[in-house]
């Protein structure tokens, strides 16, 4: 199995700047694409941003320029830097991860992190 964990996730005002974290472990073995999705009361869960083994990335437009995801393949951590936030952002934050075990593809998701942004 292939375990998320995230961290960095609070109480910002607008414009503020927060740093989200997702640490992998387990069977992880290649992880092919790295993502975040938020999910905001009463909406669906939508991706925020995501990362390729290569480095490829893509975002929603709401946070193009504002966000920007990277990996460290060596630690098995996608990162989420987040800047000028707004409070449209306010939302649960869940890290995705789907990749190769060796054995069976897996697509994992962690528990979810609060951001709440205050104008």
């Known amino acids: 199995q292939v375990q998320l964990v995230e961290s960095g996730g609070g109480l910002v005002q607008a414009g503020g700047s927060l740093r989200l974290s997702c640490a992998a472990s387990?069977?992880?073995?290649?992880?092919?694409?790295g993502g975040w999705y938020r999910q905001a009361p009463g909406k669906q869960r939508e991706l925020v941003a995501a990362?390729?083994?290569?480095?490829?990335?893509n975002y929603a437009d709401s946070v193009k320029g504002r966000f920007t995801i990277s990996r460290d393949n060596a630690k098995n951590t996608t990162y989420l830097q987040m800047n000028n936030l707004k409070s449209e952002d306010t939302a649960v934050y869940y890290c995705?991860?789907?990749?190769?075990?060796?054995?069976?593809?897996?697509?994992?998701w962690g528990q979810g992190t609060q951001v709440t942004v205050s104008s």
């Open positions: 995705n991860a789907k990749g190769y075990s060796g054995t069976y593809y897996y697509n994992a």
């Open positions: 387990g069977s992880i073995f290649s992880i092919n694409t």
């Open positions: 990362i390729t083994s290569g480095g490829s990335t």
